[in-house]
Nanobody
Framework: QVQLVESGGGLVQAGGSLRLSCVAS????????MGWFRQAPGKERQFVAS????????YYADSVKGRFTISRDNAKNTVNLQMNSLKFEDTAVYYC????????????????WGQGTQVTVSS
């Protein structure tokens, strides 16, 4: 089992940048693939990006491709999401997710979730 804690959210102007981090408990972080999702008010949770166990493969939603970068540091039990050129429509609660066998874009594919961190982009 793994526990996830996100941080780094906040208020930023359109065009700005934020870096989200997710720290995982436990000593088996490298056995989990990781994902970032987001949920805006009144909308379903949607996939943002994911990274495989070793960090050498990544996957992005079309809406963030070229602007967001996911990375992980297995020595520090951390996965990061660097968000550049932020847009108003990026405003949402961002969630970190983990799973030992899945790293796709389906919400139900992940077993473990953090509590979320709010990102607000002002236009």
């Amino acid at each position: 089992q793994v526990q996830l804690v996100e941080s780094g959210g906040g208020l930023v102007q359109a065009g700005g940048s934020l870096r989200l981090s997710c720290v995982a408990s436990g000593r088996t972080f490298s056995s989990y693939a990781m994902g970032w999702f987001r949920q805006a008010p009144g909308k379903e949770r949607q996939f943002v990006a994911s990274i495989n166990w070793s960090g050498d493969s990544t996957y992005y939603a079309d809406s963030v491709k070229g602007r967001f970068t996911i990375s992980r540091d297995n020595a520090k039990n951390t996965v990061n999401l660097q968000m550049n050129s932020l847009k108003f429509e990026d405003t949402a609660v961002y969630y970190c997710a983990a799973d030992q066998s899945y790293w796709g874009e389906i919400v139900a594919g992940y077993d473990y979730w953090g509590q979320g961190t709010q990102v607000t982009v002002s236009s």
